[in-house]
């Protein structure tokens, strides 16, 4: 199993999160994907920009890319694409 995000290969008793049937993800980007979540809340510009460009500059596959606009649907951004590197 490897992460959506990052492409990062799980290893031995290392923990996903499961986002979607085969969307998986890693624990550094799922703290990621939380943090660009509370900075969104907190209408923090600053951090939600440099987070969302982090997560813009993995090497993410085209599932986590659709999911990653429908997350930023539901927590209400204006879509912008997520292009993979």
């Known amino acids: 199993m490897k ?3 990052c492409g990062k290969k799980k290893k031995l ?6 986002l ?6 890693c624990v550094d980007c ?3 994907l939380y943090k ?3 900075a969104i809340k907190e209408k923090n510009e600053e951090d939600s920009k ?3 460009d982090e997560i813009k500059g993995k090497k993410s596959e085209k599932s ?3 999911w ?6 539901r927590i209400g951004v204006q879509n912008t694409q997520c292009d993979s590197k």
């Open 64 to 66: 986590f890319i659709e």
């Open 30 to 32: 799922s703290k990621g």
């Open 68 to 73: 990653f606009s429908k997350f930023q649907d």
């Open 20 to 25: 979607e049937k085969d969307i998986n993800i």
């Open 50 to 52: 440099k987070l969302l």
């Open 13 to 18: 008793l290392e923990s996903f999160e499961e």
């Open 36 to 38: 660009y979540q509370d």
């Open 3 to 5: 992460c959506s995000c």
